[in-house]
Protein backbone atom coordinates (compact mmCIF):
# COMPACT_ATOMS: atom_id res chain seq x y z
CA UNK A 1 0.00 0.00 0.00
CA UNK A 2 1.31 3.44 -1.21
CA UNK A 3 1.09 5.45 1.79
CA UNK A 4 1.50 8.40 -0.53
CA UNK A 5 4.50 9.56 2.01
CA UNK A 6 7.06 10.74 -0.91
CA UNK A 7 8.72 14.09 -0.32
CA UNK A 8 5.80 15.29 2.34
CA UNK A 9 8.15 17.00 4.85
CA UNK A 10 6.99 16.22 8.94
CA UNK A 11 8.36 17.42 12.11
CA UNK A 12 9.11 14.91 14.54
CA UNK A 13 10.21 15.63 18.74
CA UNK A 14 11.82 13.61 20.52
CA UNK A 15 13.25 11.93 17.70
CA UNK A 16 16.75 10.38 18.73
CA UNK A 17 15.18 7.68 20.32
CA UNK A 18 12.31 5.64 22.03
CA UNK A 19 9.02 6.04 19.82
CA UNK A 20 9.62 9.49 18.59
CA UNK A 21 13.32 7.80 16.55
CA UNK A 22 11.02 4.75 15.49
CA UNK A 23 7.98 7.37 13.95
CA UNK A 24 10.43 9.13 11.75
CA UNK A 25 12.33 6.08 10.91
CA UNK A 26 9.31 4.64 9.21
CA UNK A 27 8.10 7.67 7.90
CA UNK A 28 11.70 8.39 5.69
CA UNK A 29 11.61 4.95 4.72
CA UNK A 30 8.54 5.64 2.90
CA UNK A 31 9.93 8.69 1.15
CA UNK A 32 9.05 11.30 3.52
CA UNK A 33 11.50 14.20 4.67
CA UNK A 34 12.09 14.59 8.05
CA UNK A 35 13.41 17.01 10.56
CA UNK A 36 13.88 15.23 13.98
CA UNK A 37 14.36 16.61 17.03
CA UNK A 38 16.13 16.46 20.13
CA UNK A 39 17.37 18.19 23.39
CA UNK A 40 20.97 16.90 22.51
CA UNK A 41 22.68 18.39 19.25
CA UNK A 42 25.32 15.49 18.42
CA UNK A 43 22.50 13.13 19.20
CA UNK A 44 20.14 14.47 16.74
CA UNK A 45 22.36 14.64 14.30
CA UNK A 46 23.61 11.45 14.60
CA UNK A 47 19.63 10.03 14.50
CA UNK A 48 19.04 11.96 11.08
CA UNK A 49 22.10 10.59 9.86
CA UNK A 50 21.03 6.81 9.94
CA UNK A 51 18.05 7.56 8.39
CA UNK A 52 19.59 9.18 5.68
CA UNK A 53 19.63 12.26 3.20
CA UNK A 54 16.10 13.34 3.77
CA UNK A 55 16.57 13.77 7.19
CA UNK A 56 18.01 16.58 9.26
CA UNK A 57 18.23 16.92 13.18
CA UNK A 58 18.55 19.82 15.46
CA UNK A 59 18.75 20.27 19.01
CA UNK A 60 15.06 21.32 20.53
CA UNK A 61 13.62 21.54 23.61
CA UNK A 62 9.72 21.58 23.97
CA UNK A 63 9.44 23.48 27.17
CA UNK A 64 11.43 26.40 25.36
CA UNK A 65 8.77 28.83 24.49
CA UNK A 66 10.69 29.87 21.32
CA UNK A 67 11.04 25.71 20.13
CA UNK A 68 8.11 25.70 17.80
CA UNK A 69 8.58 28.90 15.88
CA UNK A 70 12.30 28.15 15.62
CA UNK A 71 11.14 24.37 14.35
CA UNK A 72 8.83 25.37 11.62
CA UNK A 73 10.77 28.03 10.18
CA UNK A 74 13.43 25.06 10.10
CA UNK A 75 11.68 22.77 8.16
CA UNK A 76 10.60 25.23 5.64
CA UNK A 77 14.45 26.36 4.83
CA UNK A 78 15.19 22.91 4.59
CA UNK A 79 12.60 21.15 2.97
CA UNK A 80 10.54 23.99 1.24
CA UNK A 81 7.18 23.34 3.03
CA UNK A 82 5.47 21.65 6.09
CA UNK A 83 3.30 19.03 5.94
CA UNK A 84 2.57 17.58 9.35
CA UNK A 85 3.85 17.33 12.63
CA UNK A 86 4.62 14.52 15.42
CA UNK A 87 4.63 15.57 18.84
CA UNK A 88 6.25 13.46 21.04
CA UNK A 89 7.93 14.22 24.52
CA UNK A 90 9.74 11.58 26.75
CA UNK A 91 7.10 11.06 29.63
CA UNK A 92 7.06 12.89 33.51
CA UNK A 93 8.95 11.92 36.49
CA UNK A 94 7.55 9.02 38.04
CA UNK A 95 5.84 9.19 41.48
CA UNK A 96 2.59 8.80 43.75
CA UNK A 97 0.43 12.37 44.51
CA UNK A 98 2.24 12.07 47.76
CA UNK A 99 5.61 12.38 46.38
CA UNK A 100 5.74 14.24 43.38
CA UNK A 101 7.15 17.96 43.69
CA UNK A 102 5.72 21.14 42.58
CA UNK A 103 9.37 21.36 40.58
CA UNK A 104 8.33 18.04 38.65
CA UNK A 105 4.58 18.99 38.23
CA UNK A 106 5.77 22.50 36.60
CA UNK A 107 8.26 21.14 34.42
CA UNK A 108 6.15 18.39 32.99
CA UNK A 109 3.67 21.25 32.44
CA UNK A 110 5.77 23.06 30.39
CA UNK A 111 7.63 20.30 28.36
CA UNK A 112 4.43 17.51 27.76
CA UNK A 113 1.28 20.05 28.14
CA UNK A 114 2.54 23.58 27.03
CA UNK A 115 5.01 22.78 24.30
CA UNK A 116 3.05 20.58 22.98
CA UNK A 117 0.53 23.31 22.79
CA UNK A 118 2.78 25.80 21.40
CA UNK A 119 4.10 23.20 18.78
CA UNK A 120 0.36 22.38 17.35
CA UNK A 121 -0.40 26.41 17.42
CA UNK A 122 2.86 26.98 15.28
CA UNK A 123 2.49 23.94 12.75
CA UNK A 124 -1.30 24.90 12.47
CA UNK A 125 -0.24 28.46 11.46
CA UNK A 126 1.63 26.97 8.87
CA UNK A 127 -0.16 24.11 7.57
CA UNK A 128 -2.77 23.69 4.58
CA UNK A 129 -5.36 21.56 3.08
CA UNK A 130 -3.78 17.70 4.07
CA UNK A 131 -1.72 19.16 6.74
CA UNK A 132 -1.68 16.70 9.98
CA UNK A 133 -1.02 17.16 13.65
CA UNK A 134 -0.31 14.45 15.77
CA UNK A 135 0.53 13.76 19.27
CA UNK A 136 2.04 11.17 21.04
CA UNK A 137 0.13 10.25 24.08
CA UNK A 138 -0.32 7.31 26.43
CA UNK A 139 -2.98 4.82 27.74
CA UNK A 140 -3.49 7.12 30.78
CA UNK A 141 -5.78 8.98 28.69
CA UNK A 142 -8.39 6.37 29.03
CA UNK A 143 -7.12 4.85 32.49
CA UNK A 144 -4.69 6.46 35.24
CA UNK A 145 -1.22 4.11 35.34
CA UNK A 146 -0.19 3.42 38.90
CA UNK A 147 2.57 5.54 39.54
CA UNK A 148 2.52 7.84 37.03
CA UNK A 149 0.52 10.53 38.71
CA UNK A 150 2.03 13.71 36.89
CA UNK A 151 1.00 11.60 33.33
CA UNK A 152 -1.94 10.68 34.62
CA UNK A 153 -3.07 14.46 35.14
CA UNK A 154 -1.28 15.91 31.85
CA UNK A 155 -2.11 13.63 29.48
CA UNK A 156 -6.03 13.32 29.45
CA UNK A 157 -5.71 17.20 28.80
CA UNK A 158 -3.74 17.03 25.80
CA UNK A 159 -6.21 14.88 24.95
CA UNK A 160 -8.67 17.53 25.14
CA UNK A 161 -6.71 20.05 23.73
CA UNK A 162 -6.21 17.82 20.87
CA UNK A 163 -9.50 17.11 20.26
CA UNK A 164 -11.01 20.24 20.57
CA UNK A 165 -8.34 21.51 17.99
CA UNK A 166 -9.53 18.99 15.27
CA UNK A 167 -13.01 20.90 15.29
CA UNK A 168 -11.58 23.71 14.81
CA UNK A 169 -8.85 23.05 11.99
CA UNK A 170 -11.56 20.86 10.26
CA UNK A 171 -12.35 22.79 7.84
CA UNK A 172 -9.59 23.87 7.28
CA UNK A 173 -8.95 20.71 5.92
CA UNK A 174 -6.20 20.01 8.70
CA UNK A 175 -6.49 16.57 10.21
CA UNK A 176 -5.57 15.53 14.24
CA UNK A 177 -4.70 12.56 15.54
CA UNK A 178 -3.59 11.30 18.84
CA UNK A 179 -1.71 7.59 19.60
CA UNK A 180 -1.85 5.53 22.72
CA UNK A 181 0.87 4.03 23.27
CA UNK A 182 0.96 1.31 26.45
CA UNK A 183 3.86 -1.44 26.94
CA UNK A 184 5.84 -0.73 23.96
CA UNK A 185 9.25 -2.29 24.26
CA UNK A 186 11.10 1.42 24.61
CA UNK A 187 13.92 2.69 27.11
CA UNK A 188 11.46 4.69 29.01
CA UNK A 189 9.26 1.79 29.60
CA UNK A 190 12.32 -0.58 30.66
CA UNK A 191 12.87 1.81 32.92
CA UNK A 192 9.59 1.52 34.27
CA UNK A 193 9.64 -1.63 35.09
CA UNK A 194 12.93 -1.68 36.69
CA UNK A 195 11.40 0.75 39.06
CA UNK A 196 9.28 -2.85 40.63
CA UNK A 197 13.10 -4.00 41.51
CA UNK A 198 12.59 -7.17 39.25
CA UNK A 199 12.55 -6.35 35.93
CA UNK A 200 11.46 -10.05 34.69
CA UNK A 201 8.71 -10.26 37.23
CA UNK A 202 7.17 -6.72 35.82
CA UNK A 203 7.07 -7.40 32.84
CA UNK A 204 5.83 -11.10 33.26
CA UNK A 205 2.78 -9.35 35.00
CA UNK A 206 2.45 -6.62 32.10
CA UNK A 207 2.21 -9.26 29.47
CA UNK A 208 -0.23 -11.15 31.19
CA UNK A 209 -2.58 -8.38 31.20
CA UNK A 210 -2.06 -8.08 27.69
CA UNK A 211 -4.20 -9.66 24.88
CA UNK A 212 -1.57 -10.35 22.72
CA UNK A 213 0.70 -11.44 25.42
CA UNK A 214 3.78 -9.50 24.35
CA UNK A 215 4.98 -6.03 24.50
CA UNK A 216 5.27 -4.18 21.44
CA UNK A 217 7.91 -2.90 19.40
CA UNK A 218 9.05 0.39 18.22
CA UNK A 219 8.66 -0.38 14.44
CA UNK A 220 4.85 -1.28 15.02
CA UNK A 221 4.48 1.74 16.61
CA UNK A 222 6.27 3.80 14.13
CA UNK A 223 4.49 1.92 11.21
CA UNK A 224 1.14 2.96 13.15
CA UNK A 225 2.05 6.74 13.64
CA UNK A 226 3.20 6.69 10.04
CA UNK A 227 0.03 5.90 8.66
CA UNK A 228 -2.00 8.07 10.66
CA UNK A 229 0.45 10.77 9.48
CA UNK A 230 0.21 10.03 5.74
CA UNK A 231 -3.06 11.02 3.30
CA UNK A 232 -3.73 7.37 3.26
CA UNK A 233 -5.67 8.11 6.42
CA UNK A 234 -7.01 11.14 4.96
CA UNK A 235 -10.61 10.75 6.59
CA UNK A 236 -9.27 10.31 9.90
CA UNK A 237 -9.55 13.12 12.62
CA UNK A 238 -9.84 13.53 16.16
CA UNK A 239 -9.40 9.81 16.76
CA UNK A 240 -7.15 9.11 19.88
CA UNK A 241 -5.79 5.06 18.80
CA UNK A 242 -4.60 2.76 21.37
CA UNK A 243 -1.68 1.35 19.97
CA UNK A 244 -1.27 -1.78 23.29
CA UNK A 245 -2.11 -4.84 21.78
CA UNK A 246 -5.82 -4.91 23.09
CA UNK A 247 -4.96 -3.68 26.77
CA UNK A 248 -7.78 -1.24 26.65
CA UNK A 249 -10.99 -3.44 27.07
CA UNK A 250 -13.68 -0.66 26.51
CA UNK A 251 -14.89 0.67 23.15
Known amino acids: MDLGLKDRVYIVTGATRGLGLASARELAADGAKVLLTGRDEKRAADAAAELGPNAAGVAADNSDPEAAERLVATARERFGRLDGILISVGGPAPGFAADNTDAQWSAAFESVFLGAVRLARAAAAELGEGGVIGFVLSGSVHEPIPGLTISNGLRPGLAGFAKSLS ?13 LPARIDTDRVRELDALSGDVEAARAGHESRIPLRRYGTPEEFGRTAAFLLSPAASYLTGVMLPVDGGSRHGF
Do not use: A, S
Open 167 to 179: LELGPRGIRVVGL
